[in-house]
Protein backbone atom coordinates (compact mmCIF):
# COMPACT_ATOMS: atom_id res chain seq x y z
CA UNK A 1 0.00 0.00 0.00
CA UNK A 2 2.95 1.95 0.98
CA UNK A 3 4.83 1.70 -2.69
CA UNK A 4 1.65 2.18 -4.16
CA UNK A 5 1.05 6.08 -2.45
CA UNK A 6 4.53 6.41 -3.49
CA UNK A 7 3.93 5.34 -6.74
CA UNK A 8 0.70 7.28 -7.47
CA UNK A 9 2.52 10.67 -5.58
CA UNK A 10 5.34 10.44 -8.14
CA UNK A 11 3.78 9.51 -11.26
CA UNK A 12 0.49 10.64 -11.10
CA UNK A 13 -2.81 9.38 -11.74
CA UNK A 14 -3.55 6.03 -13.80
CA UNK A 15 -3.34 8.46 -17.00
CA UNK A 16 -0.70 10.50 -15.84
CA UNK A 17 1.07 7.65 -15.02
CA UNK A 18 1.25 6.32 -18.69
CA UNK A 19 2.03 8.97 -20.15
CA UNK A 20 4.87 9.69 -18.10
CA UNK A 21 6.35 5.92 -18.75
CA UNK A 22 5.71 6.10 -22.04
CA UNK A 23 8.28 9.13 -21.80
CA UNK A 24 10.30 7.67 -20.08
CA UNK A 25 10.67 4.03 -22.22
CA UNK A 26 11.55 7.12 -25.30
CA UNK A 27 14.43 8.75 -23.13
CA UNK A 28 15.38 5.93 -21.38
CA UNK A 29 18.01 4.29 -24.40
CA UNK A 30 19.57 8.14 -24.26
CA UNK A 31 19.89 7.90 -20.25
CA UNK A 32 21.16 4.74 -20.29
CA UNK A 33 23.89 5.82 -22.93
CA UNK A 34 24.78 9.08 -21.16
CA UNK A 35 25.21 7.09 -18.30
CA UNK A 36 27.73 4.56 -18.85
CA UNK A 37 29.30 6.81 -22.07
CA UNK A 38 29.11 10.20 -20.33
CA UNK A 39 28.13 10.14 -16.68
CA UNK A 40 30.50 7.15 -15.40
CA UNK A 41 33.76 9.06 -17.47
CA UNK A 42 32.48 12.88 -15.55
CA UNK A 43 32.38 10.90 -11.89
CA UNK A 44 35.83 9.23 -12.57
CA UNK A 45 37.11 12.56 -13.72
CA UNK A 46 36.44 14.54 -10.76
CA UNK A 47 37.85 11.12 -8.61
CA UNK A 48 40.91 11.91 -10.32
CA UNK A 49 40.94 15.12 -10.18
CA UNK A 50 41.71 14.71 -5.95
CA UNK A 51 44.61 12.19 -7.39
CA UNK A 52 48.04 12.42 -8.21
CA UNK A 53 48.46 10.14 -11.62
CA UNK A 54 51.08 9.81 -14.02
CA UNK A 55 49.04 6.63 -15.86
CA UNK A 56 52.20 4.55 -15.19
CA UNK A 57 52.46 3.70 -11.62
CA UNK A 58 49.75 3.90 -8.83
CA UNK A 59 47.54 6.74 -8.69
CA UNK A 60 48.19 8.98 -5.02
CA UNK A 61 45.16 10.60 -3.31
CA UNK A 62 46.19 14.02 -2.66
CA UNK A 63 43.17 15.93 -2.16
CA UNK A 64 42.84 19.57 -2.57
CA UNK A 65 46.12 19.71 -3.92
CA UNK A 66 45.97 19.66 -7.80
CA UNK A 67 43.03 22.46 -6.98
CA UNK A 68 45.01 24.83 -4.89
CA UNK A 69 48.29 23.91 -7.31
CA UNK A 70 45.75 25.60 -10.08
CA UNK A 71 45.59 29.12 -7.80
CA UNK A 72 49.56 29.40 -8.12
CA UNK A 73 49.84 28.32 -12.02
CA UNK A 74 50.69 31.56 -13.80
CA UNK A 75 49.53 29.40 -17.26
CA UNK A 76 46.15 28.67 -15.72
CA UNK A 77 45.80 32.17 -14.71
CA UNK A 78 46.66 33.67 -18.55
CA UNK A 79 44.44 30.55 -19.84
CA UNK A 80 41.60 31.22 -17.48
CA UNK A 81 41.67 35.17 -18.88
CA UNK A 82 41.89 34.28 -22.80
CA UNK A 83 38.86 32.27 -21.77
CA UNK A 84 36.75 34.48 -20.67
CA UNK A 85 38.05 37.58 -23.22
CA UNK A 86 37.14 35.13 -25.91
CA UNK A 87 34.03 33.75 -24.46
CA UNK A 88 33.04 37.56 -23.81
CA UNK A 89 34.17 38.66 -27.35
CA UNK A 90 32.24 35.68 -29.14
CA UNK A 91 29.10 36.09 -27.03
CA UNK A 92 28.41 39.63 -27.66
CA UNK A 93 29.33 39.57 -31.35
CA UNK A 94 27.71 36.45 -32.11
CA UNK A 95 24.23 37.60 -30.10
CA UNK A 96 23.98 40.92 -31.50
CA UNK A 97 25.46 41.06 -35.38
CA UNK A 98 23.86 37.98 -36.92
CA UNK A 99 20.23 38.86 -34.90
CA UNK A 100 20.80 42.03 -37.07
CA UNK A 101 21.89 40.49 -40.04
CA UNK A 102 18.78 37.85 -39.73
CA UNK A 103 16.67 41.06 -39.19
CA UNK A 104 17.51 42.13 -42.94
CA UNK A 105 17.17 39.00 -44.53
CA UNK A 106 13.28 38.90 -43.08
CA UNK A 107 12.38 41.58 -44.81
CA UNK A 108 12.69 39.96 -47.53
CA UNK A 109 15.82 40.26 -50.76
CA UNK A 110 14.07 37.81 -52.37
CA UNK A 111 16.28 35.04 -54.54
CA UNK A 112 19.55 37.64 -53.71
CA UNK A 113 18.68 37.29 -49.38
CA UNK A 114 18.50 33.44 -50.16
CA UNK A 115 22.05 33.41 -51.77
CA UNK A 116 23.35 35.36 -49.35
CA UNK A 117 21.84 33.23 -46.47
CA UNK A 118 23.47 30.18 -48.19
CA UNK A 119 27.11 31.66 -48.44
CA UNK A 120 27.07 33.16 -44.98
CA UNK A 121 25.85 29.24 -44.04
CA UNK A 122 29.01 27.58 -46.09
CA UNK A 123 31.73 27.74 -43.47
CA UNK A 124 29.02 26.59 -40.66
CA UNK A 125 29.11 23.28 -42.25
CA UNK A 126 33.10 23.12 -42.38
CA UNK A 127 34.69 21.25 -39.26
CA UNK A 128 36.80 23.99 -37.38
CA UNK A 129 39.55 22.50 -37.44
CA UNK A 130 39.96 22.04 -41.49
CA UNK A 131 38.21 25.95 -40.76
CA UNK A 132 41.69 27.11 -38.58
CA UNK A 133 43.88 24.94 -41.26
CA UNK A 134 43.04 26.97 -43.97
CA UNK A 135 43.07 30.31 -41.88
CA UNK A 136 46.65 29.06 -40.34
CA UNK A 137 47.73 29.27 -44.14
CA UNK A 138 46.20 32.23 -44.84
CA UNK A 139 48.08 33.89 -41.93
CA UNK A 140 51.27 32.41 -42.64
CA UNK A 141 53.55 35.10 -42.42
CA UNK A 142 55.85 34.25 -45.72
CA UNK A 143 53.66 32.31 -47.73
CA UNK A 144 50.00 33.00 -46.46
CA UNK A 145 47.71 34.99 -48.99
CA UNK A 146 46.69 37.72 -46.50
CA UNK A 147 50.59 39.17 -46.37
CA UNK A 148 50.99 38.99 -49.97
CA UNK A 149 47.34 40.55 -50.69
CA UNK A 150 49.00 43.63 -48.59
CA UNK A 151 52.27 43.44 -50.44
CA UNK A 152 50.42 43.41 -53.43
CA UNK A 153 47.78 46.66 -52.66
CA UNK A 154 50.66 48.88 -51.56
CA UNK A 155 50.07 48.18 -48.38
CA UNK A 156 53.21 46.06 -47.09
CA UNK A 157 53.52 48.10 -43.91
CA UNK A 158 50.98 46.11 -42.30
CA UNK A 159 51.99 42.97 -42.84
CA UNK A 160 52.00 40.56 -39.39
CA UNK A 161 53.10 37.63 -38.38
CA UNK A 162 49.72 36.81 -37.69
CA UNK A 163 49.86 33.83 -35.23
CA UNK A 164 53.42 34.76 -34.18
CA UNK A 165 53.02 37.75 -32.31
CA UNK A 166 51.49 37.33 -28.73
CA UNK A 167 50.43 41.17 -28.82
CA UNK A 168 47.92 40.37 -31.99
CA UNK A 169 47.42 36.79 -31.92
CA UNK A 170 43.97 36.58 -30.35
CA UNK A 171 42.95 39.23 -33.00
CA UNK A 172 43.12 37.28 -35.35
CA UNK A 173 42.05 33.43 -33.05
CA UNK A 174 38.61 35.73 -32.76
CA UNK A 175 38.56 36.38 -36.68
CA UNK A 176 38.57 32.63 -37.47
CA UNK A 177 36.19 32.46 -34.81
CA UNK A 178 33.35 35.27 -35.71
CA UNK A 179 34.40 33.98 -39.64
CA UNK A 180 33.22 29.93 -38.47
CA UNK A 181 29.99 30.95 -36.53
CA UNK A 182 28.24 34.37 -37.69
CA UNK A 183 26.38 31.94 -40.53
CA UNK A 184 25.26 29.93 -37.82
CA UNK A 185 23.80 31.66 -35.60
CA UNK A 186 22.65 34.28 -38.61
CA UNK A 187 19.66 31.41 -39.34
CA UNK A 188 19.07 30.54 -36.02
CA UNK A 189 17.82 33.83 -35.61
CA UNK A 190 16.33 33.79 -38.91
CA UNK A 191 14.32 30.49 -38.37
CA UNK A 192 13.74 32.29 -34.80
CA UNK A 193 12.41 35.17 -36.83
CA UNK A 194 9.58 32.90 -39.16
CA UNK A 195 7.45 32.53 -35.69
CA UNK A 196 6.49 36.03 -35.02
CA UNK A 197 3.22 37.27 -35.97
CA UNK A 198 3.09 40.24 -38.56
CA UNK A 199 -0.22 41.22 -36.88
CA UNK A 200 2.10 42.42 -33.85
CA UNK A 201 3.93 44.96 -36.79
CA UNK A 202 0.86 45.96 -37.94
CA UNK A 203 -0.39 46.79 -34.47
CA UNK A 204 2.82 48.79 -33.91
CA UNK A 205 2.56 51.10 -36.82
CA UNK A 206 -0.74 51.73 -36.32
CA UNK A 207 0.46 53.04 -32.82
CA UNK A 208 3.34 54.84 -34.48
CA UNK A 209 6.23 52.54 -33.71
CA UNK A 210 9.68 53.35 -36.34
CA UNK A 211 11.26 50.46 -37.10
CA UNK A 212 13.96 50.67 -34.75
CA UNK A 213 10.97 50.82 -31.72
CA UNK A 214 9.37 47.75 -33.61
CA UNK A 215 12.59 45.77 -33.59
CA UNK A 216 13.16 46.96 -29.81
CA UNK A 217 9.62 46.07 -28.36
CA UNK A 218 7.99 43.84 -31.08
CA UNK A 219 11.04 41.79 -32.67
CA UNK A 220 13.12 41.16 -29.61
CA UNK A 221 10.81 40.09 -26.88
CA UNK A 222 9.27 37.46 -29.80
CA UNK A 223 12.37 35.70 -30.08
CA UNK A 224 13.67 35.72 -26.27
CA UNK A 225 13.92 32.66 -25.83
CA UNK A 226 15.79 32.22 -29.22
CA UNK A 227 18.42 34.81 -27.68
CA UNK A 228 18.57 32.91 -24.43
CA UNK A 229 19.77 29.64 -26.42
CA UNK A 230 22.24 31.65 -28.56
CA UNK A 231 23.32 32.98 -25.73
CA UNK A 232 24.33 30.31 -23.98
CA UNK A 233 25.69 28.13 -27.05
CA UNK A 234 27.98 30.94 -27.01
CA UNK A 235 29.04 30.87 -23.57
CA UNK A 236 29.44 26.97 -23.77
CA UNK A 237 31.49 27.12 -27.21
CA UNK A 238 33.78 29.49 -25.42
CA UNK A 239 34.39 27.88 -22.47
CA UNK A 240 35.32 24.61 -24.33
CA UNK A 241 37.18 26.22 -26.85
CA UNK A 242 40.12 24.07 -27.98
CA UNK A 243 40.17 23.14 -31.63
CA UNK A 244 40.69 26.06 -32.98
CA UNK A 245 43.63 27.20 -30.52
CA UNK A 246 44.74 24.21 -30.83
CA UNK A 247 45.20 23.93 -34.69
CA UNK A 248 46.25 27.81 -34.96
CA UNK A 249 48.82 28.28 -32.50
CA UNK A 250 48.85 25.48 -29.83
CA UNK A 251 48.50 28.41 -27.13
CA UNK A 252 51.16 29.96 -28.10
CA UNK A 253 53.46 31.99 -28.71
CA UNK A 254 54.65 32.12 -24.79
CA UNK A 255 51.09 30.82 -23.71
CA UNK A 256 49.19 34.11 -25.31
CA UNK A 257 46.64 32.65 -26.82
CA UNK A 258 46.17 29.22 -24.24
CA UNK A 259 43.06 28.47 -23.43
CA UNK A 260 41.62 26.19 -20.19
CA UNK A 261 40.95 23.25 -22.70
CA UNK A 262 44.58 23.85 -24.47
CA UNK A 263 46.15 23.86 -20.96
CA UNK A 264 44.30 20.96 -20.26
CA UNK A 265 45.43 19.00 -23.12
CA UNK A 266 48.72 19.98 -22.66
CA UNK A 267 49.30 18.81 -19.05
CA UNK A 268 48.00 16.06 -19.53
CA UNK A 269 48.27 14.30 -23.02
CA UNK A 270 51.59 16.66 -24.35
CA UNK A 271 54.08 17.64 -20.48
CA UNK A 272 57.37 17.10 -22.09
CA UNK A 273 57.18 15.39 -18.41
CA UNK A 274 55.22 12.26 -17.56
CA UNK A 275 52.02 12.99 -17.83
CA UNK A 276 49.98 14.54 -15.14
CA UNK A 277 46.55 13.00 -15.13
CA UNK A 278 45.47 14.35 -12.03
CA UNK A 279 46.09 17.71 -12.94
CA UNK A 280 44.46 18.00 -16.09
CA UNK A 281 41.62 16.68 -14.74
CA UNK A 282 41.17 19.32 -11.72
CA UNK A 283 41.26 21.74 -14.90
CA UNK A 284 38.26 19.52 -16.70
CA UNK A 285 36.71 20.08 -13.70
CA UNK A 286 36.96 24.04 -13.70
CA UNK A 287 35.87 23.71 -17.31
CA UNK A 288 32.82 21.44 -16.56
CA UNK A 289 31.86 23.89 -13.41
CA UNK A 290 32.29 27.26 -15.76
CA UNK A 291 29.76 24.90 -18.31
CA UNK A 292 27.33 24.33 -15.53
CA UNK A 293 27.25 28.18 -14.13
CA UNK A 294 26.38 29.08 -18.13
CA UNK A 295 23.41 26.38 -18.04
CA UNK A 296 22.16 27.81 -14.66
CA UNK A 297 22.53 30.98 -15.90
CA UNK A 298 20.13 30.11 -19.03
CA UNK A 299 17.67 28.73 -16.58
CA UNK A 300 17.54 31.44 -14.39
CA UNK A 301 16.72 34.22 -17.43
CA UNK A 302 14.21 31.71 -18.71
CA UNK A 303 12.08 32.02 -15.66
CA UNK A 304 12.90 35.29 -15.17
CA UNK A 305 11.40 35.91 -18.69
CA UNK A 306 8.33 34.04 -17.71
CA UNK A 307 7.52 36.18 -15.03
Given at each position: ?79 LV ?6 A ?39 M ?47 V ?54 L ?74 N?
Amino acid sequence: TSLKRIGTYVLGKPRDRQERLTGLSMTLPALIFFIIFIGVSIVRTLLLSFEQWDAIGPSEWVGLGNYIGLLDDAVFHRALVVTFLLTAVSTVFLSTVPMLIAVLFNMGWGAFGTAARTMLFMPSIISMVITAAIWRMIFDPNLGVLNSLLSNVGLGSLQQNWLGDEHIVLYSIIVVMLWGATGLYVIIFYAGLQGVDLNLYEAAAIDGANSWQKFLNVTVPMIRPVILMVLTLNLLNGIKLFDVIYVLTGGGPVNASQTLGTAMYRVTFASPGLPQFGYGSALSAVIMFLCVLAVLFQIWMNRRSNI
